[in-house]
């Protein structure tokens, strides 16, 4: 069989699995990062489904990310949001860790809120911060859609011009001037990690103009984009890499927890605004 089309097989066995417990037409996904996976408590007449459950779907193995898929209502918006994603350093291959928005999108959603803890190289960019994506740098030396292209999802080359949705970018920023929370916006540079980055690699991300650094979102924005969809990306500052000698998982979460409360009233208002 041609792998492209046991691939499509599997993503939509995947996708009418969902379809089968849930009760919305979700038109927006989300993804939740490291230490922001309260948001999904909000969300009404809510379904839960764990990862484990969903066939092909991969499962997280990292602390801070459950595996747990929500679908229902929020801000009156049908949503699907995903507590918890899988990490290319967990050892998954890049098609694995983006089967689930090919798996959102075979569900039908048409934008996606991707967030992530990250860590700042830009001294305006303080802990606690969030950070609008503009753009991003791929430093995973690696790319979801290498391989014979499937036609069915998307085109074989991928205009990354306008990745980060614009209009998306300017609600993100209006939501947070009405809440008072204070939005920044820079370029977020993707690397595979497990490691944390060497003094000498910090002052390189530094150098070719990333403001932000994390482990994950460039693969599954590449597959986004390739699948046509709408998408905001929005990073929360939990460290500054300057002083990464000392920097942990622990303190990322930690970090990110602190901020949950005005992370899930941004998210919400931005709900309401699409
Ligand atoms: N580097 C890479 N990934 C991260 C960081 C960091 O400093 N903080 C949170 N995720």
Known sequence: MDPREHIREQIKESADFIRRKIKVKPEIGIILGTGLGGLAEDVADKKIISYEDIPNFPVPLTPGHNGKLFAGKLEDKEVLIMQGRVHYYEGYTMLGITIPIRVLSELGIKTLIITNSAGSLNENLVIGDFMVIKDHINLFFD??????????FGPRFVNMGGAYNKKLRSIAKEAGNEEGIDIKEGIYAGLSGPCYETP???????????????????????????????????????????????????????????????????????LKKI
Not at 234 to 247: A, G, Y
């Open 200 to 270: 000498a690699e910090v002052a390189f991300l530094s150098l070719i103009g990333a403001d932000a650094v994390g482990m994950s979102t460039v693969p599954e924005v590449i597959v986004a984009v390739h699948s046509g969809l709408r998408v905001l990306g929005i990073s929360c500052i939990t460290n500054s890499v300057k002083r990464v000698e000392k920097l942990t998982h622990d303190e990322v979460l930690i970090e990110a927890k602190k901020v949950e409360t005005q992370f899930r009233i941004l998210v919400r208002d931005i």
């Open 143 to 152: 790319n979801p859609l290498i391989g014979q292209n499937d036609e069915k």
